[in-house]
Each structure stands twice: as structure tokens, then as C-alpha cells.
């Protein structure tokens, strides 16, 4: 039975229709999930997250290579679903809760479909975690937003935040009938490395917090704007010359860290 087939039955067994609200496009391409399983490199010792499981097509995929499958699922009747098909399998730790507020166990290695409504939700946590790599299918807009780099369109907040605790690349662009149902956009099969955390990774994000509303406005007036807007106080007479006139999607994370030590806000 193909994993489409499969998707409809499991769905239809337990009267359930795919959820919108809940982001359900559940992967039914089998090449795209043995190649998110290739890619992390599986082996009988690793520990594995999985964030939003489903009905368990790619959890049972991870179940047959990794030592240890931690599935972290928000809804109710998928949890119910998964109990079913693997709660005998002592390899699963599910958990039932919303992934941005659990508590995580230890794991070594995050394979999972993003549900695009908490992709941004999801890089700030698992960039806040240790593991060793990631990967993971987002939204393609979003992981252009990503990889983005200083001075074009895609440059965000997120760009400037991931680049500075995490490198990666999309490795493949999946179409839409890669799911069930097919969203209306295009994914990314994304490749994730977290950096050595740097000791202003607070600092760091909370300058990002404060600048990036104004996106287009020069540093100086940027942080006025963000520190009035906090109700903080910010000494910018010592930022740089070279980065206080640059507008703020014009700079880099290096630029940012930099003056980030020098207010040390």
C-alpha cells in the first residue's frame, strides 16, 4: 500500500479529515522520506525529535533506524492514532503537548515536517537546544527567508538569527504533491548544524528584537525607535560609524554582534 493510500485509510478509520488549523498536510512521498532519514544519517544509537508526527509515516520510518524516536504531537486524535500503531514499541517516546512549551529529553537529532505556522516558533527553540544536526521540511518561502543574506528582500530577523547560531542549506525543493492534502506552496528539504552557542546569544537576539521592526531605517534611528518602544534606554554614540549609517537589512551578523557588545543591552 502506497504511504497515500495508507494516509486515507488511517484517516478514514478514525473519521478524520485533515485539520487546516492544525497546518495537517500530511508527506506521502517515500523518496522524500527516506532522503530526510539519509541525510541525518541515522544510526541505532541516536536519539531522535520529531515534531508533529501525524498519523506516524515518517515515525515509522525513524522507529526501523533510530535507537530512540522522541514525538512531540499537539492533537489529540493523532495522538490517539500513534498510541495505536506504535505504543508497543518501547523505542517511542510520545508526548502530547504544544512543542514550543514542552519540556524536550535529550535527543541528537531533529527529522521532522514543520507545520508552517510554527516554523518561526520552531527555529528560535531548537536553536536555543543542543543537538547535532537537523533535517527538517519548511515552508520554501521560509527557508528562502532563512538562508537570506544581508541587503536583499529575504533578509529578516530570522536570517540575522540563524546565521549567527546555525549553519545549513536546502537540500531539495519538494512539490506539493508531496502531501496530503497538496498545500498551495512549495517546501524545502532543509540541512541544519547548530553553532558553538557565543556567550551574547541573549544580547544578541534581543537587539534583533529591537531592530528588525524598522528593517529599512539606519541603525541609529532603529534602535531610538526599538528602545522607546521597550521603554529601555540604549548609549549609541559608541556604535561604529560604518554600521550606524547602514540600514538595518543591510547588516551583517557579524556587524551586529559587534555593536551588540558595545551596548551591551
Known amino acids: 500500500m502506497s504511504f497515500l493510500s495508507e494516509t486515507r485509510e488511517i484517516l478514514r478509520r478514525y473519521g478524520l479529515k485533515p485539520e487546516k488549523k492544525m497546518g495537517q498536510n500530511f508527506l ?29 509515516t515518517l515515525t515509522q520510518e525513524l522507529l526501523k533506524k533510530a535507537g530512540r524516536v522522541v514525538a512531540v504531537e499537539k492533537s489529540g486524535a493523532m495522538v490517539d492514532i500513534l498510541r495505536d500503531r506504535f505504543g508497543d514499541d518501547e523505542k517511542l517516546h510520545l508526548i502530547h503537548g504544544d512543542f514550543t512549551k514542552v519540556e524536550l529529553p535529550h535527543f541528537d537529532k531533529v527529522i521532522s515536517n514543520i507545520p508552517y505556522s510554527i516554523s518561526s516558533s520552531f527555529i528560535f527553540k531548537i536553536l536555543s537546544l543542543d543537538f547535532e544536526k537537523a533535517v527538517v521540511i519548511l515552508q520554501y518561502e521560509f527557508a528562502r527567508r532563512l538562508f537570506a543574506k544581508p541587503g536583499t528582500g529575504d533578509y529578516s530577523r ?49 537587539i534583533l528584537n529591537l531592530i528588525f521592526p524598522y528593517r529599512r531605517k539606519r541603525l541609529k534611528k532603529a534602535l531610538k525607535l526599538g528602545a522607546e518602544r521597550e521603554g529601555i534606554e540604549i548609549n549609541i554614540d559608541n556604535i561604529p560609524d560604518a554600521s550606524a549609517e547602514k540600514r538595518v537589512f543591510q547588516l551583517t551578523p557579524e556587524e551586529i554582534a559587534e555593536f551588540t557588545e558595545m551596548l551591551g543591552v
Open 158 to 206: 530570522i536570517s540575522a538569527a540563524f546565521s549567527f547560531l546555525a549553519n545549513g542549506k536546502i537540500i531539495s525543493k519538494v512539490s506539493p504533491s508531496a502531501f496530503y492534502p497538496p498545500p498551495r506552496v512549495y517546501s524545502a528539504v532543509v540541512e541544519i548544524y547548530p553553532k558553538e552557542k557565543p556567550l551574547n546569544k541573549d544580547n544578541y537576539l534581543r
Open 28 to 56: 506521502v512521498n517515500e523518496r522524500i522520506i527516506e532522503m530526510e532519514a539519509r541525510e541525518a544519517q541515522l544510526n541505532s544509537r541516536d536519539a531522535v525529535l520529531e515534531v508533529g508526527p501525524g498519523i506516524g
